[in-house]
């Protein structure tokens, strides 16, 4: 594989919004992530992933986007994101935009200019439906419930496309004038010294331009998931997405990460690698293994370690021949892992430093989420008014429709809900946390005062401060390019409670070995090794012998010559 910038670093997600706000008025904003530079660089990671932070009205917090050219006023101004380029430049950071290219905002010009008429030149733009005898063209539904189509208003049985809420038409992706201004807006944001980009719902552009609806899948009301029209056409994507890399990031070199939901296995040597579409996609594969099938919140099960290690297993051995995948923990749209994919006794310090280490050593390029660091769990709302997220309100309406009380209801976003991720980042045991002098726009998390960053700073044996050494031995030395494209052999899967995986390349090998058991174990190595990190006390190794105890993680070196 061609040896690109951005590999063997660790990437770094913020969601603006909720990492620092400079001026009072309860938002994070781009002058609170300057501010907080030292903070990332000290993390030890390479790249800075930064949610939406374009134009918007804000129907779905910054993923209506109206103008793609201009900040949020309420984040900041270009020439913040300027100075946030340049300060992060001197500290071996690159900053990366989350480009939401499949809808815009119904504020958007080009919306506007669309729903002027027939003939106005960017109706084609968007997907303009005609239903029928007041029906709409089809069945879809929406990734947030209800129909994907909205009447254009004063038209009769006319009607745009949206995939999530009404305020996010769909772009026709099959119009070539529109993928030309694609390409130019991703290099405007190049030229501004933007490295890369986080591209959005990567697999929703394909459509069949007929509409001819689906049947209708286990919901039960006669709709049928616009993902499912996704997974039917999703050999369409790689020729459009080749059409903008070879027109915009490709020739430049940029770094790009796909949030590819949905995204068929047989189509990855399409996206990863050299000459794939994308430099790498996330690993959702444990999340999609609690959503198949299951028509919302209310039918999903809670994570466990076994899916998460289950879909990452799959996932790292799939990509190993093809390129590098980037796996998470967390993001913004996930609950905190701590919480999710650990059991009741493990959801604290030692749980979250057990799981950090399973996960900083998979194969890829790995994306920490603000807050995870810090080992932060789900925060406990105590009514759906304490909660912002379009998508926990609708799940909330979805589950008391189908005969879950209010309490059930709330009690199922206090596991799944997106604004778990959210809530703002404590900085320490001041007002609010140190995130606002402000009222934050969404609650604090119940233990901010105790498990914030100053709290942390001070204590070495803190999430943070293992975050730190998990980074710094990612990135030491000849390690680097064995923990990012090394091999990746699975080990055994037997118990559910276990998670064992061997990494081996440029002349190193390191078994990494989390026992999320409640007692102590004995795992027998492939060779002789000596304990590079552990997240508890509790671990020895004595020839080929590791001894870890519970709800704790190892980093075994197998020493050279005495692996078999
Ligand atoms: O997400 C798109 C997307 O596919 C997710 O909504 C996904 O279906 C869901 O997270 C699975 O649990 C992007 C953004 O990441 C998300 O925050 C936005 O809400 C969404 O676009 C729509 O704007
Ligand atoms: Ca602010």
């Given at each position: 594989m ?12 913020i969601?603006?919004r909720?990492f620092k ?14 501010e907080?530079?030292?903070?990332i660089?000290?993390?030890?990671v390479e ?8 134009a ?7 993923y209506d ?9 309420q984040?900041?101004?270009l ?15 690159s900053i990366i935009?989350?480009?939401v ?5 119904c ?5 506007k ?16 439906v ?35 809420t ?22 405007w ?13 990567i ?24 993902a ?24 430049r070199?940029?770094f ?6 949905g ?6 040597d ?8 994308f430099s790498?996609v ?10 198949k ?5 209310y ?24 390129g ?69 309100k ?9 005969g ?7 009690a ?11 809530t703002?980042l404590?900085?320490?045991?001041s ?12 609650k604090l998390?119940q ?13 070495p ?8 050494a998990l980074?710094?031995?990612r990135k030491r ?5 064995c923990?990012c ?6 080990g ?9 995986y ?7 090998c ?7 058991s409640t ?5 027998e ?9 552990c997240?508890?006390p ?10 870890l ?16």
């Amino acid at each position: 594989m061609h040896k690109a910038w951005w590999q063997g670093k660790v990437a770094y997600q913020i969601y603006p919004r909720s990492f620092k706000d400079s001026n009072g008025d309860g938002i994070g904003d781009l002058r609170g992530t300057i501010e907080k530079l030292p903070y990332i660089a000290s993390l030890g990671v390479e790249i800075l992933y930064l949610n939406p932070i374009f134009a918007s009205p804000g129907a779905d917090n910054g993923y209506d986007i109206s103008d793609y050219r201009k900040i949020n006023p309420q984040v900041g101004t270009l020439a913040d994101l300027d100075e946030l380029i340049a300060r992060a430049k001197e500290r071996g950071i690159s900053i990366i935009l989350d480009m939401v290219l499949s809808y815009t905002s119904c504020e958007h010009e080009l919306f506007k200019r669309a729903l002027l008429g027939r003939k106005a030149p960017e109706r084609d733009f968007y997907y303009f439906v005609r239903g029928s005898n007041g029906r709409p063209p089809d069945n879809l539904r929406s990734f947030f419930g209800g129909s994907v189509w909205e009447r254009v208003p004063g038209e009769e049985d006319l009607y745009y496309l949206h995939y999530f809420t009404k305020e996010q038409p769909e772009l026709n992706w099959y119009n070539e004038r529109l993928r030309e201004r694609m390409s130019d807006l991703i290099n405007w944001w190049l030229d501004r010294g933007i490295a890369g980009f986080r591209l959005d719902a990567i697999m929703n552009v394909v459509k069949d331009r007929t509409f001819p609806g689906l049947p209708p899948d286990e919901l039960g009301d006669g709709s049928c998931a616009a993902a499912r029209m996704n997974a039917k056409l999703a050999a369409q994507a790689p020729s459009l997405y080749q059409e903008l890399k070879k027109h915009s990031y490709g020739p430049r070199g940029a770094f790009t990460v796909a949030e590819a939901f949905g995204l068929n296995d047989n189509l990855l040597d399409q996206f990863i690698g050299d000459e794939g579409c994308f430099s790498t996609v996330f690993d959702f594969t444990a999340r999609e293994t609690i959503e198949k099938n299951r028509p919302g919140y209310y039918a999903y099960p809670k994570g466990t370690l076994k899916i998460y290690r289950d879909g990452n297993f799959h996932m790292q051995q799939l990509t190993s021949p093809l390129g590098l995948v980037a796996p998470i923990l967390e993001n913004h749209d996930e609950p905190r892992a701590v919480s999710f994919y650990l059991e009741e006794g493990q959801q604290n310090a030692q749980g979250a430093r057990a799981l950090g280490t399973v996960f900083m050593f998979l194969r890829g390029i790995p994306f920490i989420y603000q807050g995870q660091e810090l080992g932060l769990t789900n925060t406990h709302f105590d009514s759906i008014e304490e909660i912002d997220d379009v998508q926990s309100k609708n799940e909330y309406r979805n589950a008391t429709a189908h005969g879950f009380t209010k309490e059930q209801a709330l009690a199922i976003l206090n596991v799944h809900s997106r604004d778990h991720a959210r809530t703002p980042l404590p900085w320490d045991d001041s007002p609010h946390a140190g995130f606002t002098t402000g009222r934050p726009w969404l609650k604090l998390h119940q233990d901010a005062l105790s498990l914030n960053v100053a709290a942390q700073e001070q204590d070495p044996g803190s999430v943070l401060n293992y975050y730190r050494a998990l980074v710094a031995l990612r990135k030491r030395g000849a390690w680097q390019e064995c923990f990012c494209s090394g091999d990746f052999i699975p080990g055994s899967t037997a118990d559910d409670h276990v998670m064992h995986y061997l990494r081996k390349g440029a002349g190193k090998c390191a078994e990494i070995v989390g026992n999320f058991s409640t007692k102590e174990r004995v795992f027998e190595l492939s060779g002789e090794g000596r304990i590079l990190l552990c997240s508890i006390p509790e671990a020895r190794v004595e020839g080929r012998r590791l001894t870890l105890g519970a709800t704790g993680a190892a980093v075994v070196e197998i020493l050279p010559g005495r692996s078999s």
